[in-house]
């Protein structure tokens, strides 16, 4: 089974069905679940809560269960699934991110 973590549920389902269609077209055995924060959000809450060593499909259930806790992922656990891939875009008014001047 493949678990796909978007960072938000709004356009991010289009593109999981080309992402489906391109790679994927002979497994149904998917998993798509909207983390709906930033990826420096999760990255803080494995490095933080965690100790760096955090598992990711516990990290998203625990920030899921807060706003959708009949979300199907529940029905599930990590060794389920035998790959996971996380896609966030670059937001670059994110408050979380560091430059350099």
């Not at 493949?2 to 998993?31: C, H, M, V, W």
């Not at 998203?60 to 891939?85: A, R, W």
């Amino acid at each position: 089974m493949i678990l796909f973590i978007f960072e938000g549920e709004k356009y991010e389902p289009a593109l999981y069905d080309g992402i489906k269609t391109l790679f994927f077209s002979r497994s149904n055995d998917q998993i798509l679940c909207s983390f709906c924060s930033s990826i420096y959000t999760f990255y803080k809450r494995l490095k933080d809560d965690f100790g760096g060593f955090g598992d990711t499909v516990d990290v998203l259930k625990t920030e899921i269960k807060k706003t959708d806790p009949h979300n199907e992922i529940f029905q599930y656990k990590s060794s389920d699934f035998q790959s996971i891939y996380l896609f966030f875009d670059y937001d670059f008014y994110n408050g979380n991110l560091k430059t350099k001047k």
